[in-house]
C-alpha cells in the first residue's frame, strides 16, 4: 500500500468517525407531566423539582445512585467516627459553580445552617434534626457532629434535600438556579419547557449528552403523540394505561421499574372501629391485591404486606400475613362486635391509583359488609383534611420517600399508630449503623406493622418510562426522585 | 353621548369593584394550605409554619384585601407563592400565548363562518344553505379538544407537518410560534365559525325580510347589491354580540385545548394556581381576565352604538 492510499484511507476512516459522531445526537428533549413550581430542591417537596435539577444542576456530599446506594459526590471520601457520631468529609478540589464562584467547605457549611435554622423552609428538615455542629476544617475538609448517631445519615444527604448552594445564589435558585453539577440552567419557558446545557468546567466525568431539555405535558393523549411524532424523546414515567401504543412499536423501549412508593390503604387508627385490631385484621383479610394491582395499575405495581420497598434487599415479603378471605374477614367483624359490617368514608386525591384503587376496594370491602362511601377531594384539601386535621376514616396514597418506616413510630402522624414497642426498635434502628444489625431491626420492625394491620398494604408503585429506542443509560427505578442524565446517551 | 359613555364607564368600574371582592372572598374560603402543599406530607409543623409567616399568610382578611386592592391600583398584583415571582410578569408571560391563540381563532371563525352565514341566506332553503346549515350543526356538537386531537393525528403525527403542542417563545422564532399556534386555533375555531355562521344566516334572513329591502329592491338594485348595502350592515348588531361573547370566551376558556396541545396560557396558569393554593396568582389571573370580560362587553356596548345611531338616543 502506498502512503497515499493509506493516507486516503486513514483520512476517509477519520472522516467516516466523525460523521458517525456527529450523526450521534447529544441532546435529549424529554416529557414530563408535572410542571415544578420553583427549581430550588431545598424548598420544597414536589417530585417535579427533583425530577428537573436532582444530579443534574444540583449535587450533595454524596449521591445516590441507580441502586439506591451511597456513592461519593462532591466529597471524594470520608470517614467516620467509632461512635457514629462524627462525620469527617474530604471535598474535591477544584469544583465551581455555574456562576462561576468556587465551591469549598463553606458552602457545605452554609447549607446545613440553611436547612436547620429557625424559619428553614426544608421540606425534609426532620431529616436533618440529628446534626448538632457543622465545621470548616480547612477549605476542603468539613466535619459534621450528629448529637445521635444515624444510620440513614449518608443516604439522607444524598438526596436533593441536602443539594450543596451558595450563599451568594442560594436565594434565586426557586427561578435561576445555581449548582455544581453537570448540567448548568438555562432558560426556563413557564408553562413550557426548562432547558439544561453541559456545564464545560464541570469537575466530575463529562455526560454524553450537551443539552436536555423538560417538556411539560399534563396530558396523556398530547404525551402520547408527541412521543410518537418525535417530538420528545422519552418520559420517565408514563401512565400505564398508554403503554400498550409502544410496547409492540420497535422505535421505542418501555422501561417497568419500581418507585419507592408504597401505596397504602391508609386507616385512622385513632378513630372507632379502627383502633380495634379485630377490624383491620378483617379488612386486610378482605382486600385482593392481585385485583386492585390489576385494576389500579394494569399489572405494573408490585404486591406489598408491609411498609417497604420490595426492591430493597431488607425487604421481606409479608403478603400472606392476611391472604384474602372473604369468610375470615367476616368472622373477624363478627367477633369484633360488627356482625353486619358498617359502614366508613374513603377519602381519594386525585391521583389515578388512588381513585382507581378506591372503586375496586370499596366493592372488596362491600362482599365482607363494610359500606365504603367514596369522597374524592382535590390535593390541598385533602392534605388539609387527612394530614392537618386527620379528619378521614380511610384514605388511599402512595408513600415517595425512601426508607419512611420510620413514620410508625410517629404517634402524632396522620393514620395516628401508637405503638411504643416499635417506637424502641426505631430509635434503636436510628442509632445503629451496622449493615446487618440494621437488616434484622428493619425485619422486625416490618413484621410488627404487617401483624398489626396498621394500613392496607396494597402495592408498590411502578415507575414505567417510555423512551426511544436508541437510548441508553435511564435509571429503570427510582430509588431517589429525580431524572439522572449523567448516563443517558444515543447509540446507533 | 357623553352620558352614555360616562355611563357605562361607571358600570364598568363598579363591575370591577364587585368582582374583585367576590373573587377574593371565595378564595379565602376555600380549604388547603397553600404552605403545606408545597412542603408536601412528610413536612414538619414548624417548617409550615414558616413557610406560612414567609407568604404573609397570618394577616387578617381585610387587611389582605385592602393590600391587594391597592397594590393592583399600582399596577402591583403581589408576588406568587409557589414561583417566588411577580404575578403580573407571570401573567403577562402568558397572555403572549393566550392574546394571539384567541385573535388567531377569532379571525379564522370570522373569515370562514360570516362568508359561509351571508352564502347559506343567500341560498336560503336551497340545498347549498341546508348543507352548510348541517356542517355548521356538527361544527358546534363537536367538542374543540377533540377536533384538536384529530387535528394533532393527522398534522403532527401522521403527516408531521406541525409540531403535536408546546410553544416556542416569540423572541426566539417567531415563526415557529406561529407554526405552534396553527392547530391549536384551528380547534378553537372550528366551533366558533359553525356559531358565527348560523347567527350571520338567521340575522341576514331577519333583515332581508324587512320593508326596506323590498325598497332598495324595487328601486332596482339587485339581490346582491341589497344583501351587501343595506343586510349584512344590519345584520352585524347580533354578530358583534356573539364575536364579543365568543373574545371573552376564547380568553378565558381555553384551558382543555391549552392542555392538548400544552400550551403555556393563562387557562393552564390559573388551574394549576389554584391545584397549588397559589391564592395571589389565582386572584390577579381571574381580575385580569375580569377586567378583559368587561371590557370586552364595554367595547361591543360602544361598537353597537357606533353601528346604530338609534342606540346612542335610546341608551
Known amino acids: 500500500m502506498s502512503l497515499k492510499t493509506s493516507l486516503t484511507l486513514a483520512l476517509a476512516g477519520l472522516m467516516m468517525t466523525s460523521a458517525a459522531a456527529l450523526a450521534q445526537p447529544t441532546e435529549i428533549k424529554i416529557g414530563v407531566a408535572f410542571e415544578p413550581p420553583a427549581l430550588d430542591p431545598t424548598a420544597g417537596a414536589a417530585e417535579a423539582i427533583d425530577v428537573v435539577v436532582y444530579q443534574n444542576v444540583f449535587e450533595g456530599l454524596v449521591r445516590i445512585d441507580k441502586d439506591g446506594a451511597v456513592q461519593p459526590g462532591l466529597a471524594e471520601s470520608w470517614t467516620v467516627s467509632d461512635d457514629g457520631l462524627n462525620y469527617s468529609f474530604k471535598l474535591h478540589d477544584g469544583v465551581t459553580f455555574h456562576d462561576g464562584s468556587a465551591f469549598d467547605a463553606e458552602d457545605v457549611?452554609?447549607?446545613?445552617?440553611?436547612?436547620?435554622?429557625?424559619?428553614?423552609?426544608?421540606?425534609?428538615?426532620?431529616?436533618?434534626?440529628?446534626?448538632?455542629?457543622?465545621?470548616?476544617?480547612?477549605?476542603?475538609?468539613?466535619?459534621?457532629?450528629?448529637s445521635r448517631p444515624d444510620g440513614l445519615f449518608l443516604f439522607n444527604i444524598g438526596r436533593g434535600d441536602a443539594v450543596i448552594v451558595a450563599p451568594e445564589s442560594a436565594?434565586?435558585?426557586?427561578?435561576?438556579?445555581?449548582?455544581?453539577?453537570?448540567?448548568?440552567?438555562?432558560?426556563?419557558?413557564?408553562?413550557?419547557?426548562?432547558?439544561?446545557?453541559?456545564?464545560?468546567?464541570?469537575?466530575?466525568?463529562?455526560?454524553?449528552?450537551?443539552?436536555?431539555?423538560?417538556?411539560?405535558?399534563?396530558?396523556?393523549?398530547?404525551?402520547?403523540?408527541?412521543?410518537?411524532?418525535?417530538?420528545?424523546?422519552?418520559?420517565?414515567?408514563?401512565?400505564?394505561?398508554?403503554?400498550?401504543?409502544?410496547?409492540?412499536?420497535?422505535?421505542?423501549?418501555?422501561?417497568?421499574?419500581?418507585?419507592?412508593g408504597e401505596t397504602i390503604l391508609a386507616t385512622n387508627n385513632r378513630k372507632a372501629p379502627f383502633d380495634n385490631l379485630l377490624v383491620r385484621q378483617a379488612m386486610a383479610h378482605a382486600l385482593d391485591r392481585e385485583e386492585i394491582i390489576e385494576g389500579a395499575t394494569y399489572g405494573y405495581g408490585a404486591p406489598i404486606g408491609t411498609h417497604f420497598a420490595p426492591q430493597n434487599p431488607d425487604y421481606l415479603d409479608l403478603t400472606g400475613t392476611y391472604p384474602h378471605d372473604v369468610e375470615k374477614a367476616k368472622a373477624l367483624l363478627a367477633e369484633a362486635g360488627y356482625p353486619d359490617g358498617f359502614s366508613a368514608t374513603l377519602k381519594l386525591p386525585p391521583v389515578a391509583y388512588a381513585r382507581l384503587s378506591g372503586q375496586i376496594i370499596a366493592s372488596q370491602f362491600a362482599e365482607v359488609g363494610i359500606k365504603l362511601e367514596l369522597v374524592n377531594a382535590e390535593f390541598a384539601q385533602w392534605l388539609e383534611d387527612v394530614f392537618a386535621n386527620k379528619d378521614f376514616d380511610l384514605t388511599i396514597i402512595s408513600h415517595v420517600e425512601p426508607f419512611d418506616i420510620g413514620i410508625y413510630a410517629n404517634p402524632d402522624y396522620y393514620f395516628g399508630y401508637d405503638n411504643p414497642e416499635f417506637q424502641a426498635l426505631n430509635e434503636t434502628l436510628t442509632a445503629t449503623t451496622d449493615a446487618a444489625e440494621r437488616t434484622k431491626l428493619v425485619q422486625q420492625m416490618q413484621t410488627i406493622i404487617a401483624e398489626d394491620a396498621v394500613n392496607g398494604y396494597l402495592f408498590e408503585l411502578a415507575q414505567t418510562g417510555v423512551w426511544n429506542a436508541k437510548l441508553e443509560g435511564m435509571w429503570p427505578n427510582s430509588p431517589v426522585e429525580g431524572v439522572v442524565l449523567r448516563d443517558i446517551h444515543w447509540t446507533e | 353621548m357623553l352620558a352614555f359613555l360616562l355611563r357605562r364607564f361607571a358600570g364598568f368600574v363598579l363591575m370591577l369593584l364587585a368582582s374583585a371582592a367576590v373573587?377574593?372572598?371565595?378564595?379565602?374560603?376555600?380549604?388547603?394550605?397553600?404552605?403545606?402543599?408545597?412542603?408536601?406530607?412528610?413536612?414538619?409543623?414548624?417548617?409550615?409554619?414558616?413557610?406560612?409567616?414567609?407568604?404573609?399568610?397570618?394577616?387578617?382578611?381585610l387587611e389582605r384585601f385592602l393590600q391587594w386592592l391597592g397594590g393592583m391600583l399600582g399596577g402591583d398584583f403581589g408576588m406568587s407563592v409557589t414561583q417566588r415571582l411577580p404575578v403580573a410578569q407571570l401573567i403577562v408571560e402568558r397572555l403572549a400565548v393566550t392574546l394571539p391563540l384567541t385573535i388567531l381563532a377569532m379571525l379564522i371563525s370570522m373569515i370562514v363562518g360570516l362568508p359561509l352565514g351571508i352564502l347559506a341566506a343567500r341560498r336560503r332553503g336551497k340545498p347549498a344553505d341546508t348543507a352548510l346549515m348541517v356542517l355548521a350543526q356538527t361544527g358546534v356538537a363537536v367538542p374543540n379538544f377533540w377536533f384538536g386531537m384529530l387535528l394533532t393525528l393527522v398534522f403532527a403525527v401522521t403527516l408531521r407537518w406541525l409540531p403535536t403542542g408546546g410553544f416556542v417563545p416569540w423572541h426566539e422564532d417567531w415563526i415557529g410560534s406561529l407554526r405552534s399556534l396553527v392547530l391549536p386555533s384551528l380547534a378553537l375555531a372550528l366551533p366558533q365559525a359553525s356559531i358565527l355562521a348560523r347567527v350571520m344566516r338567521t340575522a341576514l334572513v331577519d333583515v332581508m325580510g324587512q320593508d326596506f329591502i323590498r325598497t332598495a329592491r324595487a328601486k332596482g338594485m339587485t339581490m346582491d347589491e341589497a344583501i351587501w348595502r343595506h343586510g349584512v350592515r344590519n345584520a352585524l348588531l347580533p354578530v358583534l354580540t356573539i364575536l364579543g361573547l365568543q373574545f371573552a370566551y376564547l380568553v378565558a376558556g381555553t384551558i382543555i385545548v391549552e392542555n392538548v396541545f400544552f400550551l403555556p396560557g393563562l387557562g393552564r396558569l390559573i388551574f394549576n394556581a389554584v391545584t397549588e393554593r397559589d391564592l395571589i396568582l389565582v386572584r390577579g389571573a381571574t381580575m385580569v381576565l375580569v377586567v378583559v370580560v368587561t371590557a370586552t362587553m364595554l367595547i361591543t356596548d360602544l361598537t353597537y352604538a357606533w353601528v346604530d345611531p338609534r342606540l346612542r338616543v335610546r341608551a
Open chain 1, 109 to 146: 457549611k452554609f447549607t446545613f445552617d440553611r436547612i436547620l435554622a429557625e424559619d428553614s423552609v426544608n421540606a425534609q428538615k426532620a431529616l436533618y434534626a440529628p446534626i448538632a455542629s457543622v465545621e470548616v476544617v480547612d477549605p476542603l475538609t468539613v466535619d459534621i457532629t450528629l
Open chain 1, 171 to 260: 436565594d434565586n435558585n426557586a427561578t435561576d438556579p445555581i449548582g455544581t453539577g453537570p448540567f448548568a440552567f438555562v432558560q426556563w419557558d413557564r408553562g413550557s419547557r426548562v432547558i439544561l446545557e453541559q456545564y464545560g468546567p464541570y469537575w466530575g466525568d463529562k455526560p454524553a449528552l450537551t443539552r436536555a431539555s423538560f417538556v411539560f405535558i399534563g396530558d396523556t393523549g398530547a404525551m402520547t403523540n408527541a412521543l410518537l411524532a418525535g417530538d420528545i424523546d422519552g418520559t420517565n414515567n408514563f401512565a400505564a394505561e398508554a403503554l400498550p401504543v409502544f410496547e409492540g412499536n420497535p422505535q421505542f423501549k418501555v422501561l417497568v421499574g419500581l418507585t419507592e
Open chain 2, 23 to 61: 373573587i377574593f372572598l371565595l378564595l379565602d374560603l376555600l380549604p388547603g394550605d397553600p404552605a403545606r402543599f408545597i412542603l408536601g406530607i412528610n413536612a414538619s409543623p414548624d417548617a409550615v409554619a414558616a413557610l406560612r409567616l414567609q407568604m404573609g399568610l397570618d394577616a387578617p382578611a
